[in-house]
């Protein structure tokens, strides 16, 4: 943001502020200052006024003027500028001026004809180009007076300051915005600008020609008004000069004008040409619809025009050659536009960068402030009145603790100070009593949004250096939130998974859709699917782990490794597209590595080496019979993973097909719900004095009967002395036919007393007479 002395000057009175100080409280209240740069006019240039202008009798490219610059008699000066025809005051290098780099002005002859003096352009003056030619002087820099030195006009000889700004400071992307901050911290009055119509002028009602129409509720303010011009618009000294000092000086006048308004006082403006806005009966029509996402869309005979705050068509843009002037000013909260933007890949205009950030919502200040300036100084008149759609904008409220922000700032602050402070930037005050009060946030403070964003405010009005040093301290609330469980549960599950022997593997959350299909895998709805995937391998999301673990298997297989044990805790996704986290382990080739104690001949891995070690990782759990079906899976070393009675993933070996397409050797896989194995929380209990006595229990039974339909009929009996029971041995033979020896070890313990050999006598015969009745088995 770049910013002149004088144009501050035009909200502040900061004449008795040095440009030092004004620097210093700029990078204090957070602003800092990139750049400061200060244009001294040489002396002996003064206003000078054009008497006549004749052609030089010996050049056609030069002319001979006469030139009143104050003296007895007017001055002779010969000019080359083909723009002197039309000037009437012009800046005037008298003989003995020092225009720098030893360019000291002469008596001189040119052609034969005597000059006196030099009519200047702004570069010849060290000021930026503000036109071709020399530079014509107006009143918009002040009342000009012929002989005086032009390095008493302060908006010419003037200093230039760039500010660099944050991100979410939209409101500072103007020299009033700035202003207003200063004037805070410099403890002056901003200086009101009001708008004062020419009562003699007759104008016409601006809605006799023009109508507006917004259909329901919309979130974007807009105000509309309309000028006539009278001839091609030619800009002032004064924006021209300032414009070049921002480095933003356009060909275009009316160009110029908008743009000097907006960095003046934040307010956006565009300019259409009202002719192409006219219906059949020539009124101007226009209808205001609300998007979606916030923004607000203007069209005009069905044509869109513009969607406010981010581009509008080109065709309808008014020049500085249009003879009516359609203007708009408009206001969008940022964040509607950023999002719309983001999410429609909208084109942007000059305009977007303030607006996104922004930009201020007092509509009427920025159209009376532009009124005012072409009146003065162009030839455009405006219409009687204004047109205006009002959005609803719902002002957040903030409650202010003078306790707590004293504590956020580390010192004492008066009420009455904050309120003070608060106020003169814009902030309504409500409900003041008892050290608290209501904040109501302006609207083009769209970051303020806590106690703490307040007390930057008072932070940055009272100044950081003026803040006493005291000793940080910690006032720290309870963090533990379900998401550091989570992250704290990840971590505990990664230490344990490379403890024991897997090596973490991190893939993109993309699949093949062939392979998908290939080994049945789940699949997303086809509305559903990518539209722009990022290569042809990786063209929809994954619906399992299983096959990225496969392909990192395969690399590291064909890379010569013969023992690849890989985990991955990542994102999968349903048909819905809806994502959840898994945890994923893989183990292919060897058990373990090769040493003496193997004589280098370790074993393959196998069902139950692989089942072990995923249990080390996840703790207990148990197994059922695989009710997941795909191409991935062994249909007989195969299980699902149940924790609390719950399927909650399977384990399995990898089928021979997809291990002979992959190339790799004997493998194992498992994938289990993350949010499974998220800690929870378990109630103490108590623990008995008394010893726990073991017990086995073989049973013969029909083979076909799983383990997990015997331990959930055990489970019913809900015995108290059964503390545990897990399956220890299964046995079959020719002998035993159809049938099976099943071996269950029960441990047995009462919270009140040495077991007997009776009570535990009753305890087993209970369980033998339910497995009888449920399973038919019998004691072997």
Same mark, same amino acid.
């Given at each position: 943001?770049?910013?002149?002395?004088?144009?501050?000057?035009?909200?502040?009175?900061?004449?008795?502020?040095?440009?030092?100080?004004?620097?210093?409280?700029?990078?204090?209240?957070?602003?800092?200052?990139?750049? *400061?740069?200060?244009?001294?006019?040489?002396?002996? !240039?003064?206003?000078?006024?054009?008497?006549?202008?004749?052609?030089?009798?010996?050049?056609?490219?030069?002319?001979?003027?006469?030139? @009143?610059?104050?003296?007895?008699?007017?001055?002779?000066?010969?000019?080359?500028?083909?723009?002197?025809?039309?000037?009437?005051?012009?800046?005037?290098? *008298?003989?003995?001026?020092?225009?720098?780099?030893?360019?000291?002005?002469?008596?001189?002859?040119?052609?034969?004809?005597?000059?006196?003096? *030099?009519?200047?352009?702004?570069?010849?003056?060290?000021?930026?180009?503000?036109?071709?030619?020399?530079?014509?002087?107006?009143?918009?820099?002040?009342?000009?007076?012929?002989?005086?030195?032009?390095?008493?006009?302060?908006?010419?000889?003037?200093?230039?300051?760039?500010?660099?700004?944050?991100?979410? #400071?939209?409101?500072?992307?103007?020299?009033?915005?700035?202003?207003?901050?200063?004037?805070?911290?410099?403890?002056?009055?901003?200086?009101?600008?009001?708008?004062?119509?020419?009562?003699?002028?007759?104008?016409?009602?601006?809605?006799?020609?023009?109508?507006?129409?917004?259909?329901?509720? !919309?979130?974007?303010?807009?105000?509309?008004?309309?000028?006539?011009?009278?001839?091609?618009?030619?800009?002032?000294?004064?924006?021209?000069?300032?414009?070049?000092?921002?480095?933003?000086?356009?060909?275009?006048?009316?160009?110029?004008?908008?743009?000097?308004?907006?960095?003046?006082?934040?307010?956006?403006?565009?300019?259409?040409?009202?002719?192409?806005?006219?219906?059949?009966?020539?009124?101007?029509?226009?209808?205001?619809?609300?998007?979606?996402?916030?923004?607000?869309?203007?069209?005009?005979n069905g044509h869109l025009v513009s969607k406010v705050g981010i581009n509008f068509n080109e065709k309808y843009k008014a020049k500085y050659t249009t003879n009516q002037i359609f203007f708009e000013v408009g206001y969008t909260d940022p964040k509607f536009i950023s999002q719309a933007v983001m999410e429609e890949k909208l084109a942007t205009d000059k305009f977007y960068y303030n607006a996104s950030r922004g930009s201020e919502v007092h509509l009427k200040f920025g159209i009376d402030f532009f009124k005012t300036l072409i009146e003065k100084y162009m030839s455009i008149m405006f219409h009687d009145g204004y047109l205006s759609v009002q959005s609803y904008y719902e002002h957040d409220h903030i409650g202010v603790d003078i306790k707590e922000l004293s504590s956020i700032l580390g010192m004492e602050v008066e009420i009455t100070s904050v309120i003070s402070m608060l106020t003169n930037l814009g902030f309504k005050i409500q409900n003041s009593n008892s050290g608290k009060f209501g904040v109501t946030v302006p609207g083009f403070r769209h970051d303020i949004t806590s106690v703490q964003d307040i007390a930057e405010e008072v932070m940055r009005m009272i100044g950081i250096d003026n803040i006493p040093n005291t000793p940080l301290k910690f006032f720290e609330q309870n963090r533990v939130t379900d998401a550091t469980m989570k992250y704290k549960a990840k971590k505990e599950l990664r230490i344990k998974a490379v403890a024991n022997g897997f090596y973490e593997t991190i893939s993109y959350a993309f699949n093949d859709k062939k392979l998908l299909a290939k080994y049945n895998l789940p699949m997303l709805k086809e509305?559903?699917?990518?539209?722009?995937?990022?290569?042809?391998?990786?063209?929809?999301? #994954?619906?399992?782990?299983?096959? @990225?673990?496969?392909?990192?298997?395969?690399?590291?297989? @064909?890379?010569?490794?013969? #023992?690849?044990?890989?985990?991955?805790?990542?994102?999968?996704?349903?048909?819905?597209?809806?994502?959840?986290?898994?945890?994923?382990? &893989?183990?292919?080739?060897?058990?373990?590595?090769?040493?003496?104690?193997?004589?280098?001949?370790?074993?393959?891995?196998?069902?139950?080496?692989?089942?072990?070690?995923?249990?080390?990782?996840?703790?207990?759990?148990?197994?059922?019979?695989?009710?997941?079906?795909?191409?991935?899976?062994?249909?007989?070393?195969?299980?699902? &993973?149940?924790?609390?009675?719950?399927?909650?993933?399977?384990?399995?070996?990898?089928?021979?097909?997809?291990?002979?397409?992959?190339?790799?050797?004997?493998?194992?896989?498992?994938?289990?719900?993350?949010?499974?194995?998220?800690?929870?929380?378990?109630?103490?209990?108590?623990?008995?004095?008394?010893?726990?006595?073991?017990?086995?229990?073989?049973?013969? *039974?029909?083979?076909? &009967?799983?383990?997990?339909?015997?331990?959930?009929? &055990?489970?019913?009996?809900?015995?108290?002395?059964?503390?545990?029971?897990?399956?220890?041995?299964?046995?079959?033979?020719?002998?035993?036919?159809?049938?099976?020896?099943?071996?269950?070890?029960?441990?047995?313990?009462?919270?009140?007393?040495?077991?007997?050999?009776?009570?535990?006598?009753?305890?087993?015969?209970?369980?033998?007479?339910?497995?009888?009745?449920?399973?038919?088995?019998?004691?072997?």
């Amino acid at each position: 943001m770049i910013i002149t002395r004088s144009w501050i000057r035009d909200f502040l009175d900061i004449d008795n502020v040095s440009n030092d100080k004004l620097v210093s409280t700029l990078n204090s209240i957070g602003h800092e200052v990139d750049f *400061m740069t200060e244009y001294k006019i040489p002396s002996k !240039v003064v206003v000078g006024e054009i008497l006549s202008v004749n052609k030089h009798p010996n050049a056609d490219k030069l002319n001979v003027c006469m030139v @009143n610059v104050g003296l007895n008699e007017p001055v002779q000066i010969v000019c080359g500028a083909s723009n002197v025809v039309y000037a009437q005051y012009v800046a005037v290098a *008298m003989v003995g001026a020092d225009l720098g780099n030893g360019f000291v002005i002469k008596e001189a002859q040119l052609r034969g004809v005597d000059s006196h003096g *030099m009519i200047c352009s702004s570069k010849e003056l060290g000021l930026p180009e503000v036109c071709d030619g020399i530079m014509i002087l107006d009143s918009s820099i002040d009342k000009l007076i012929v002989g005086k030195e032009l390095t008493q006009y302060p908006k010419i000889a003037d200093t230039v300051i760039g500010v660099e700004l944050t991100p979410n #400071r939209g409101d500072c992307l103007s020299v009033h915005g700035l202003a207003r901050d200063l004037a805070v911290a410099l403890n002056l009055p901003l200086l009101k600008f009001e708008y004062k119509e020419e009562p003699a002028r007759e104008r016409v009602g601006l809605a006799r020609l023009a109508q507006i129409k917004a259909s329901g509720v !919309v979130h974007t303010s807009l105000k509309y008004a309309l000028a006539n011009t009278s001839e091609d618009l030619i800009a002032p000294l004064l924006i021209a000069l300032r414009m070049a000092f921002v480095e933003n000086l356009l060909d275009d006048a009316l160009d110029n004008a908008i743009n000097y308004t907006v960095h003046c006082t934040g307010v956006l403006i565009r300019a259409y040409d009202s002719a192409m806005l006219k219906n059949e009966d020539n009124i101007i029509m226009l209808s205001i619809e609300e998007g979606t996402n916030g923004v607000s869309s203007v069209y005009s005979n069905g044509h869109l025009v513009s969607k406010v705050g981010i581009n509008f068509n080109e065709k309808y843009k008014a020049k500085y050659t249009t003879n009516q002037i359609f203007f708009e000013v408009g206001y969008t909260d940022p964040k509607f536009i950023s999002q719309a933007v983001m999410e429609e890949k909208l084109a942007t205009d000059k305009f977007y960068y303030n607006a996104s950030r922004g930009s201020e919502v007092h509509l009427k200040f920025g159209i009376d402030f532009f009124k005012t300036l072409i009146e003065k100084y162009m030839s455009i008149m405006f219409h009687d009145g204004y047109l205006s759609v009002q959005s609803y904008y719902e002002h957040d409220h903030i409650g202010v603790d003078i306790k707590e922000l004293s504590s956020i700032l580390g010192m004492e602050v008066e009420i009455t100070s904050v309120i003070s402070m608060l106020t003169n930037l814009g902030f309504k005050i409500q409900n003041s009593n008892s050290g608290k009060f209501g904040v109501t946030v302006p609207g083009f403070r769209h970051d303020i949004t806590s106690v703490q964003d307040i007390a930057e405010e008072v932070m940055r009005m009272i100044g950081i250096d003026n803040i006493p040093n005291t000793p940080l301290k910690f006032f720290e609330q309870n963090r533990v939130t379900d998401a550091t469980m989570k992250y704290k549960a990840k971590k505990e599950l990664r230490i344990k998974a490379v403890a024991n022997g897997f090596y973490e593997t991190i893939s993109y959350a993309f699949n093949d859709k062939k392979l998908l299909a290939k080994y049945n895998l789940p699949m997303l709805k086809e509305e559903l699917e990518l539209t722009n995937p990022i290569t042809d391998e990786l063209n929809t999301v #994954r619906t399992s782990v299983i096959l @990225n673990l496969l392909n990192a298997v395969k690399r590291n297989v @064909n890379y010569g490794q013969k #023992r690849v044990p890989l985990f991955e805790i990542g994102t999968i996704f349903n048909a819905s597209r809806e994502e959840r986290e898994v945890i994923s382990f &893989i183990w292919s080739g060897q058990f373990e590595s090769e040493t003496v104690l193997n004589k280098a001949k370790p074993s393959s891995i196998d069902f139950n080496s692989f089942l072990m070690q995923v249990s080390k990782v996840l703790g207990e759990f148990s197994l059922a019979p695989i009710s997941a079906k795909n191409g991935l899976i062994h249909p007989y070393l195969s299980a699902d &993973i149940l924790k609390e009675g719950k399927v909650v993933g399977f384990i399995s070996a990898l089928h021979p097909t997809p291990r002979d397409d992959f190339g790799i050797p004997a493998t194992f896989f498992a994938q289990i719900d993350f949010n499974s194995m998220l800690p929870i929380h378990i109630n103490a209990k108590e623990i008995s004095n008394f010893q726990a006595v073991h017990k086995d229990l073989s049973i013969v *039974m029909d083979k076909n &009967i799983g383990y997990a339909e015997v331990e959930k009929s &055990i489970k019913t009996l809900n015995n108290p002395l059964i503390k545990t029971f897990r399956a220890i041995d299964v046995y079959e033979d020719e002998v035993l036919g159809d049938k099976k020896s099943l071996t269950i070890r029960f441990s047995l313990q009462s919270m009140e007393k040495t077991l007997l050999d009776i009570d535990i006598e009753s305890v087993m015969n209970e369980i033998l007479v339910k497995v009888e009745k449920d399973f038919g088995a019998n004691l072997r």
